[in-house]
């Protein structure tokens, strides 16, 4: 084992927990162990947020045993070395009474909120012994595993693997997915944007005022204010971004995709594209120029309601401000089936106005490897990927059952299709779902339908901080450590120049949890798996991420945030020219200043495709960015649109004591004149009725929103027993919202239709 600079934590504090008195509240809960003072350091520890996914670099103490006081780490400039509302109230979630911090087992039917406390060893003992069973009778495939994308998902997986299900999904189909798959079939890799440093900001739906990402929304921010940047906002809601915008149109849900492929057939038409660019770089261009013809910015008005003349104007502003601007590719895509050639309408945008590898445009992330091929030397150490390489097994994935799924089945999967195979049992029936860090029944689709699935299997088992919705149907509840009580592995968090950064623990565990590096090893190994398992523990294991180089190690634990090198932007001379005045070896720059020639892209042409053989394979037609006209409701329907709240993090922190008491409730925001026409008054009692379900909740009588749209912040009215603070507070998104997966992208949709009536 090595010994670094480690502070003075109680190894296996876990065992404590077994001595503490029930003394009332949820069994396992923090509650009902009783509370103790928090121990753990008061200097500064450098690490990682993990009060929603973007995972800030953070620095936090514990002050007198009581508390932990968080901040950004100053390091990380780029998130201006500050935390958000809920990277604030950190400690308010490690101290919950409510939180779980002993296994669980379920002793009634599943959802009856009847739970056993045993020990880890029992837990893995069963959960092991059922695991083998279904293996035998069903095969290892039958079981399915999920974990939202972050430090838990490769724990999960590789017992996945390990195993033999090849049934492994991440929260991609609930989010990023449509860009994710976009972006790799046009450009053969993800692509980031630069907001920071943009002249023109085109944005359909990014609430990065809300929807908070500390170093974009700092970009935007950044942009707005230092840059003079004109910002346009297109959102069926008068969002805080749109309050902050140069323009904002109220766009028909659903409907961007008019408007993207409009602004492409100007930018062509009007000849104001990146002609030199586009000869350079791009494939397809001839068929894709062809398809757009006809989508007029007359043609869109009509089915968006943002008129021709604005679409045009906005058009010709983007081009003048090019390259140093952007058509922002958004994060959660899950607007309309049609996400997949909507993100691809936007990204062909930027295409066309040559702003890759431009400042204030898009660009591919510079790891190490890439880095230091221009460097011509070792600027930054890379990361090697300790471990044993677990076989992949050979069954067919139960998403790539329908093959036009093949391209999110290698990235992160259709989650949702567990819904379906449950259903129809093709191409083979489940009997088991192993998650953590994931409640479905909040944050994919039709919540009664996943009732139905969890309650039909044969085990359950989940990991997570509390009895969430999901959990609270588990036969195993497995309480991982919050990311204040534990120590992980080594991240990337490369931008336009490598950077690393660590989780480590702050204060001693509470109770009887783990990391989840530690459960689902330790549950390997019950089951047989320790040869892939060759180290015991996490520091053995960032030892072995950074080649055993100790003073790296120390460097990145200390300072936290860790980045090598300068900015890089490969058509960007300027940079160009400072990154080969910094290191003699680098390569030399082209005639033009740039790295331009060495702009290569991993697509079967080399260039950018805006066109796609490999779609066009998976589903014919699809090749080409075309039209389609969807229906996201009936006539005498509403649209219902959500997003989120600045002090709440999707379907995780509504019972976070501190930040439920900043806002439990979610009034559904309805235009004055559709309420007027329902006999509604601000604050009055309202019901909500889609084709999935019914829900009850409290109207916001608002002109910011659409009259045929209404609007609800995600998250809320949980329906189970045991998180108090949130259960049936607001209306649940999830339990309106039908089951629907778009093509290519397998995205679930998160727009639908409601009827909308006086309570
Ligand atoms: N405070 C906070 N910050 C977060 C999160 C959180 O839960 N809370 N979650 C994190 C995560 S996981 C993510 S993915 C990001 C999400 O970041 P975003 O995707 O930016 O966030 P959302 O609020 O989901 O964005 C949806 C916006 O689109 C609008 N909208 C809905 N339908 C349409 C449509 O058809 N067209 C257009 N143009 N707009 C539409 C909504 O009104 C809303 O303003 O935020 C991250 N940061
Ligand atoms: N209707 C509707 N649905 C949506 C969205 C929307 O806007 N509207 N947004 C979508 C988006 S963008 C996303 S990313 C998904 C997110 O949805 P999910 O992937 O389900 O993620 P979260 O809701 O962020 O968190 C899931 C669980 O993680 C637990 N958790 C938090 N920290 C830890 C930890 O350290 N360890 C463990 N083991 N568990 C932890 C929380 O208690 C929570 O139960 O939701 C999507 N769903
Ligand atoms: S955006 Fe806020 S909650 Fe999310 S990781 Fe950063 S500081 Fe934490
Ligand atoms: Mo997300």
Known sequence: MIKLDRRAFLKGAGASGAACAFSGGLPGSIAAMGAEPLKGSATAVNSMCEMCSTRCPISARVVDGKTVFIEGNKAAKSFGGKVCARGGAGHSLLYDPQRIVK?????????????????????????AEKMQQIKQQHGAESVVFSSKSGSEHGYVFDLAKAYGSPNTFTHFSLCPGAYGVAAQVMFGTKVKRDLGNSKYIINFGHNLYEGINMSETRGLMKAQMEKSAKLVVFDPRFSVVASKADEWYPVKPGSDIAIALALNHVLIADNLYDKAFVERYVA????????????TPEWAASLTDVSAKDIRRIAHELAKAAPHAVVDFGHRNTFTPEEFELRRAIYAANVLIGNFERKGGIYAGKKAKTY?????????????????????????????????????????????????????GKPYPIHGWIMARTNPMQTMTDRARIEKVLKGLDLVVACDLYISETAAYADY????????ERDEEIADKSGKNPAYYVRQQVVEVIGDTKPAWQIFRELGIKLGYQDYYPWDDIHTLQLAQVHKDYALLKRIKTEGYVSFGKPLMLREPKMVADFTAEFATAIAADDDGSYGSHLKFKTPSGKIELYSDTVEALVAGRGNIVFRDVTLKQPDELYFIQGKVAVHTNGATHNVPMLANLMSDNAVWIHPKTAAARGIADGDKIRLTSSAGSEEGKALVTKGIRPDTVFAYMGFGSKNRELTRATGKGIHCGNLLPHQTAPISGMCVHTTGVKLEKA
């Open 372 to 424: 230091n091929k221009f460097a011509g030397a070792d600027v930054a150490p890379s990361l090697a990927k300790p471990g044993v390489k677990i076989p992949s097994p050979t069954a067919e994935r139960i998403d790539t059952y329908d093959k036009q799924f093949s391209l999110v089945a290698s990235m992160g999967g259709v989650y949702q299709s567990i819904l379906d195979t449950f259903e129809t």
């Open 103 to 127: 296994p669980l087992k379920r002793v009634g039917e599943r959802g009856e909120g009847k739970w056993q406390e045993i020990s880890w060893e029992q837990a893995y003992a069963e959960i």
């Open 477 to 484: 509840m497995l309480p991982e450590s919050t990311y204040l």
């Open 284 to 295: 397809g261009f001839e068929q894709f120029a062809a398809q757009m013809r006809d989508y």
